[in-house]
């Protein structure tokens, strides 16, 4: 199959990124992430709100003529701890316009200065900050990317386990959902934009001593029962591609209505370049599948 000329131009990018993760200082990257989302260039006409949801940082994205009574609940990749950046800003932006409602973007506190529980209890107080603001559990649903994604399965196990309602259903992009020794990883890949190295020290500055076979940190591991239905993105040449594909089978065997979308030739969370297709593609089927859980007209 041949590659587009954009495909060709991010490819050639990918590795100074890789690059960047595996050797520049986190205190760093974080100020680089701090200028990038002060300057971040959303689609026309929506609009930054910060918001502090029971103590933790949010950010709305709120396009133009939406409906307020929906949300997506959105909490970021970054190894759990890189802080909002603008690409996922500007990823939230396009989505909050395809949608039509309103996007509560989750800063939540990163390691290794606050390791786990750390992210995941304020992702939890971000989704019932929403219902104490009178937004129906069946309007919301939680997103996320990379660990992200993790943050959103764990969300909804915790959320479950402290007998919350549950939202109307998930949406996980490039999840990491094992972080275990033992964990199932895509051999023989070498992903554009995800080391082992830099995943090696994402899990150990958030594991912080934890038990990685904690469900609450690996929700592979977890009792999967009674949740909502899930959307799965991953690429076909990331690291994290067995991840998507163990979590959901084991989704399958416990009754879960799940689908996983991978994509060929892609690397660890596509979505984040909105110039290339396949990005597109999958953000706008993440709508499509938003909107039919939401009930959106």
């Known amino acids: 199959m041949t590659i587009s000329p954009v495909e060709q131009k991010i490819r050639a990018g990918l590795p100074l990124i890789r690059f960047l993760q595996d050797f520049l200082p986190l205190s760093l990257l974080n100020r680089l992430n701090q200028v990038g989302v002060a300057k971040a260039k959303l689609e026309a006409g929506v609009v930054r709100k910060a918001v502090s949801a029971e103590g933790v940082s949010c950010e709305w994205l709120i396009p133009p003529n939406c409906r307020m009574d929906k949300v997506l609940l959105y909490f970021h990749g970054g190894g759990f701890i890189f802080e909002q950046t603008p690409l996922h800003l500007a990823m939230g932006a396009y989505l909050a316009k395809k949608l039509g409602v309103r996007i509560l973007m989750v800063d939540y506190p990163t390691a290794p200065s606050q390791p786990y529980p750390a992210a995941l209890n304020a992702c939890s107080a971000a989704y019932l900050w929403l219902l104490g603001q009178g937004v129906s559990a069946r309007d919301i649903v939680v997103a996320g990317d990379s660990a ?53 020290r994402y899990n150990q500055a958030y594991l912080a001593g934890n038990d990685p076979h904690n469900p609450l940190i690996s929700p ?29 089978k084991k989704a399958v065997a416990a009754g879960l209505d799940i689908r996983l979308e991978i994509y060929p030739r892609m690397w660890h969370v596509w979505q984040l370049f909105l110039s290339l297709p396949e990005a597109t593609q999958s953000l706008d089927d993440m709508a499509q599948f938003c909107a039919a859980q939401l009930a959106l007209d």
Do not use: Q, W, Y
Request: aromatic residues 2%; proline residues 9%; contains cysteine.
């Open 148 to 200: 992200g994604g993790n943050l959103a399965i764990a969300t909804l196990l915790k959320l479950r386990g402290e007998n919350h309602p549950l939202p109307a259903a998930a949406i996980c992009l490039s999840p990491v959902t094992d972080l275990t020794p033992e964990a199932h990883r895509s051999e023989g890949i070498r992903d554009l934009l995800l080391s082992p190295k830099a995943l090696k």
């Open 220 to 248: 592979v591991l977890g009792d999967l029962r009674g949740l909502p239905p899930m959307l799965i993105f991953a690429g076909d040449e990331e690291v994290l591609r067995e991840d998507a594909i163990h979590f959901a």
